[in-house]
């Protein structure tokens, strides 16, 4: 690793679209402005819709700017099996776009559950005890669908799958990341491993224990903080994953109990060559996105001359 490339991504600007918040997002060239001021290189592409969807409109938006694609995220319910046809379908639309950006290194299709719809997990979000995940036969269509759309994505334009562990989601906890890359072809799916959501699905904070375990798999790397008191108020207040995104849960850089200079340590250890891509998840209309994205670029700033 010789030098560390650093992007950000749409939802540290609170571009997450619900129902209550459509249209109230930041637009897309405002947010694309200020990831460049504050110092970021790479974007991901968001929920579909939010930037250009002709490639030739966003490739302009992108060259422009000097920024690169990093990825694109892709939400399938994986359990279901009546859902890996549609799922297929979506993540060729957005691997299409992406292959018709991309630059070098190429972006990802950044695959995951679809987070935040079952209702058991957003309750219990961070505190996921076995009996509330999957079955074994549930793992096996789960990861099927996985390969599935890997599969596609890979034949049709060429570019590699990696899937998001998430909180409010299945494969949140250290075990169901085990179980799913234990299941799925480590030659066609890699793991963008997410280093605030690892410390809030774990429970203990200690991320450098799943680089080291998941090391083999990890292609792509998402820096996100996770604040632990508002994390242990989550868990003793039972508040759901929302909740707990709206009082902070994933605070800017260096504000949380994510050890940062270790990771760019194992980084550095592992010669990881690709872009990080710094998310700080938060709801439209939290705090002040700008700020924190120049912030958060400052704070690396500060660790990294160390190990690069």
């Not at 632990?228 to 009082?247: I, K």
Request: aromatic share 10%.
């Amino acid at each position: 690793m010789t030098k560390l490339r650093v992007g950000n991504a749409p939802c540290s600007w609170g571009t997450l679209e619900f129902e209550e918040t459509k249209g109230s997002q930041i637009q897309f060239g405002q947010m694309l402005d200020e990831l460049v001021e504050t110092g970021y290189t790479g974007t991901e592409l968001g929920d579909w819709g939010y930037m250009p969807t002709d490639p030739a409109v966003l490739r302009g938006e992108l060259s422009r700017r000097g920024l690169i694609m990093l990825g694109g995220f892709v939400p399938v319910a994986l359990k279901d099996r009546a859902a890996h046809e549609s799922g297929v379908e979506t993540a060729l639309r957005t691997a299409r776009l992406l292959a018709a950006v991309a630059t070098e290194p190429k972006p990802y299709v950044v695959l995951a559950d679809q987070n935040g719809c079952v209702e058991n997990r957003v309750r219990n979000a961070g505190r996921i005890k076995p009996e509330m995940g999957l079955s074994g036969a549930e793992w096996k269509i789960f990861a099927e669908g996985a390969g599935k759309v890997a599969e596609a994505v890979k034949a049709e334009t060429g570019l590699r799958t990696v899937f998001h562990h998430h909180c409010a989601g299945y494969a949140e906890t250290p075990e169901e990341i085990a179980c799913f890359l234990e299941l799925t072809d480590p030659k066609l799916i890699g793991l963008v491993f997410d280093t605030g959501h690892y410390a809030y699905g774990a429970g203990d904070g200690d991320v450098g224990k799943g680089l080291e375990r998941f090391k083999e798999r990890v292609w792509y790397i998402h820096l996100k903080d996770c604040q632990p008191e508002v994390a242990g108020r989550a868990r003793s207040a039972h508040w759901d994953y929302f909740q707990a995104l709206r009082h902070g849960v994933f605070c800017e850089l260096g504000k949380g109990c994510v050890d940062f200079p270790a990771v760019l340590r194992w980084l550095k250890a592992t010669d990881y060559d690709g872009h990080v891509l710094v998310e700080q998840d938060v709801l439209p209309g939290m705090g002040s996105p700008k700020e924190s994205a120049s912030r958060n670029r400052q704070y690396l700033r500060s660790i990294e001359a160390d190990y690069v």
